[in-house]
Nanobody, 124 residues
Framework: QVQLVESGGGLVQAGDSLRLSCAAS????????MAWFRQAPGKEREFVSVISREGVSIHYADSVKGRFTISRDNAKNTVDLQMNSLTPEDTADYYCAARSIYTNSESAKGYEYWGQGTSVTVSS
C-alpha cells in the first residue's frame, strides 16, 4: 500500500510558476514509476508527465512539454512537478499517481495508487 499526498497548489497569474510536490509513504517509493495527471472542471482526467523508478525515463504531454519538469527524490520519497509559464488552460486539480511498471502511455489505466489532488488556478 502506498499513500500519496500532494501539496503546492494555489492561485497564480498567467506567466507565473508553481511547484507541486507529492509525498509518498508506505511501500518502497523507489519501486514505483510516478506520474502527474490533472483534471479541469467539466473535463476528463488528463495525463501530464511520468517518471521512471530511477528518474532515467521521462515523458510529457505535448501540452506541457518545455514548460513543466518532473523530478523525484527517492531518498525523500517525493516527486515534484515544476510548472513554468502557466496559462489559464493549466487550471485543474493535479493528482500524483504510482504504478509498478513505467510506461510512456498517457492512459490513467494501470496506476495503482492516487493522491487526493491539489488545486491549481491560473488567472489571466
Amino acid at each position: 500500500q502506498v499513500q500519496l499526498v500532494e501539496s503546492g497548489g494555489g492561485l497564480v497569474q498567467a506567466g507565473d510558476s508553481l511547484r507541486l510536490s507529492c509525498a509518498a509513504s508506505g511501500r518502497a517509493f523507489s519501486t514505483y514509476a510516478m506520474a502527474w495527471f490533472r483534471q479541469a472542471p467539466g473535463k476528463e482526467r488528463e495525463f501530464v508527465s511520468v517518471i521512471s523508478r530511477e528518474g532515467v525515463s521521462i515523458h510529457y504531454a505535448d501540452s506541457v512539454k518545455g514548460r513543466f519538469t518532473i523530478s523525484r527524490d527517492n531518498a525523500k520519497n517525493t516527486v515534484d512537478l515544476q510548472m513554468n509559464s502557466l496559462t489559464p488552460e493549466d487550471t485543474a486539480d493535479y493528482y500524483c499517481a504510482a504504478r509498478s511498471i513505467y510506461t510512456n502511455s498517457e492512459s490513467a489505466k494501470g496506476y495503482e495508487y492516487w493522491g487526493q489532488g491539489t488545486s491549481v488556478t491560473v488567472s489571466s
